[in-house]
Nanobody, 122 residues
Framework: QVQLVESGGGLVEPGGSLRLSCAAS????????MGWYRQAPGKERELVAR???????EYGDSLKGRFTFSRDDAKNTVYLRMNSLKPEDTAVYYC????????????????WGQGTAVTVSS
């Protein structure tokens, strides 16, 4: 079993910053992609940032510049540093990973965390 546990969400004023963390744990053989998505009220879930197999990073539209995505492979953890937050960044932020668990015969599975809420408001 593989778990993704997020932390770091909360309430912040416009212009403020937050840092989200997501740690993958369990019987992990390999991680192919890992990153963040978000879903605002009444909107579809969208990509924030994720690292891809081979080491490249993919960012969602209009987010690169204010958001910094990083990873610690030794800890199976990804981070999202969000600066200059705006009310429109209010959403539930979900961690996602494509993982090949141990003893899975090489199959890959898509996992989601439970989500962490970010509210940007004065």
């Amino acid at each position: 079993q593989v778990q993704l546990v997020e932390s770091g969400g909360g309430l912040v004023e416009p212009g403020g910053s937050l840092r989200l963390s997501c740690a993958a744990s369990g019987r992990i053989l390999s991680i192919r992609t890992m990153g963040w998505y978000r879903q605002a009220p009444g909107k579809e879930r969208e990509l924030v940032a994720r690292f891809m197999n081979g080491g490249s990073t993919e960012y969602g539209d209009s987010l690169k510049g204010r958001f910094t995505f990083s990873r610690d492979d030794a800890k199976n953890t990804v981070y999202l540093r969000m600066n200059s937050l705006k009310p429109e960044d209010t959403a539930v932020y979900y961690c996602n990973a494509e993982v090949s668990p141990q003893n899975s015969a090489g199959y890959w599975y898509n996992y989601w965390g439970q989500g962490t809420a970010v509210t940007v408001s004065s």
